[in-house]
Structures are given as C-alpha cells and as structure tokens.
C-alpha cells in the first residue's frame, strides 16, 4: 500500500545527543515537509523540500538539519543545538495535479529528552 | 501576523448537532488552497476537506463540508449530525506559494468534544 512511514514511533534521547528521525513515502510524491507539535498546540514548519537535493527552511529551522538524497526519503535530524526538542513530530508529502493539491501525514514520533 | 486563526479553542457539542468550526486566513497570493485535518488522541492527521480559491464551489466531503467566504477570507468547517467519534483536534490549514515552492501552514487547532 502506498503510503508514509515514520520511524521510530517512541524515541528517547539523551541531552546533547544528535537523532534522526526517519520519514519514506511511497507515493511520488515531489515535496516533503517535517512538522513539529507541541501538546495542545498547532504545528509548526521545520523545513521542507519541493524536489532532491533541495530544501527550505520553515519557521523553526534552528537546532535541526535535514537532507534529500532520495525523492522517497527526508530524515530529519534534531541536533543538540535544539534547546527544547521533546515534542511529537510529523512529516508530510504532497502532490499537485492540475487544480487538485493532496497532503498526507505519517503517523509521527514522539522524542522524550531524558 | 498569524497566517491561519482559529478562535475557538474548544467547543462542546451534543451528539447529532451540527457544529462549526471556525477559521479564518490571511494572504496575498490569488492562487492557495485551505485544508481541514482531524487528530484524534492517536495523533495520526487525517485529512477531511480541500477548498481551492478558484472553486466556486464550496467543497463538501460527506458529512464535511466547507464554507468559504473568500471576501471575508473564512474556512470554516460544518460538520452535521455530529457523532461520538468526531471527537478530536481540528486543524485549519493553507497551502500558499507558487508551484514548486509551497508550503503548508497550520492554526492552532480547536478541541472539539462531542457530548452523548
């Protein structure tokens, strides 16, 4: 089935370590987006990316690091620069055909900083 | 400025009532596109509704339906004969910028509980 996966669900991190977070879809999808969400909050972009090999930051760039090496893959990593990075986290791909635009989410992971 | 308001942080509703979620969005590109997603508890996004500018329709999607007021620059959700398990986040969303550049960006979401 066609679809986003995130890996791992439950993460937990060490203060000052580096963790990736991995994101694959299957789709075909050109664009991918990392969201980061915070309890009872909306969310919040951290970067993206439109096509391989590029890639944009949101409005919460710093303290994380991301690459596009493959148009099915976008790993985010959360750097030990990032202050605060316990939060649920989810990435996004994206498609546009015509006048239809379609997004869809994998089920997330959830960083504890312990 | 915030791009996507919504202003009710969270609502009670009775179970087979209809209810509106609001939104409201701001920007200056002719061409974007709004979005409704659900979070339940589990935290997966499911998407529910998608409104073009250029439609001249208000898009509906089962018991979902979207009312868009491009003037007053408003999205809001309808969701009739509400049930248990609409029970969940909502969040508004806008995709903006040009093809090949775009971006999504969310509200802060409204906590809808549907009471028995």
């Known amino acids: 089935d066609g679809g986003i996966t995130q890996s791992p669900k439950y993460l937990f991190r060490k203060e000052g370590q580096n963790v990736t977070l991995s994101c694959e879809q299957n789709?075909?999808?050109?664009?991918m987006y990392w969201y980061r969400q915070d309890p009872g909050q909306g969310l919040r972009l951290i970067y993206y990316?439109?096509?391989?090999?590029?890639?944009q930051k949101g409005d919460i760039a710093e303290g994380y690091s991301v690459s596009r090496e493959k148009k099915e893959s976008f790993p985010l990593t959360v750097t030990s620069a990032q202050k605060n990075p316990t939060a649920f986290y989810l990435c996004?791909?994206?498609?546009?055909?015509?006048?239809?635009?379609?997004?869809?989410f994998g089920q997330g992971t959830r960083l504890t900083v312990v | 400025a915030q791009k996507i308001t919504q202003t009710q942080p969270g609502m009670f509703v009775q179970e087979k009532e209809a209810v509106t979620l609001d939104c409201t969005y701001d920007?200056?590109?002719?061409?974007?596109?709004l979005f409704w997603y659900k979070q339940p508890s589990s935290g997966e996004m499911i998407f529910l509704i998608y409104?073009?500018?250029?439609?001249?329709q208000n898009a509906t999607e089962g018991r979902y339906s979207l009312n868009f007021q491009k003037a007053r620059k408003s999205a809001n959700l309808v969701i009739s004969a509400s049930q248990l398990g609409d029970s969940a986040m909502y969040f508004c969303?806008?995709?903006?910028?040009?093809?090949?550049?775009?971006?999504?960006?969310f509200g802060t979401g409204t906590r809808l509980t549907i009471i028995p």
């Open positions: 409104q073009g500018s250029y439609d001249e």
């Open positions: 969303a806008m995709r903006e910028g040009f093809f090949g550049n775009e971006k999504l960006t």
């Open positions: 996004a791909s994206s498609f546009q055909d015509r006048s239809i635009f379609s997004a869809f």
């Open positions: 789709l075909n999808h050109d664009a």
């Open positions: 990316s439109q096509i391989v090999n590029d890639f």
């Open positions: 920007t200056s590109d002719q061409s974007y596109g």
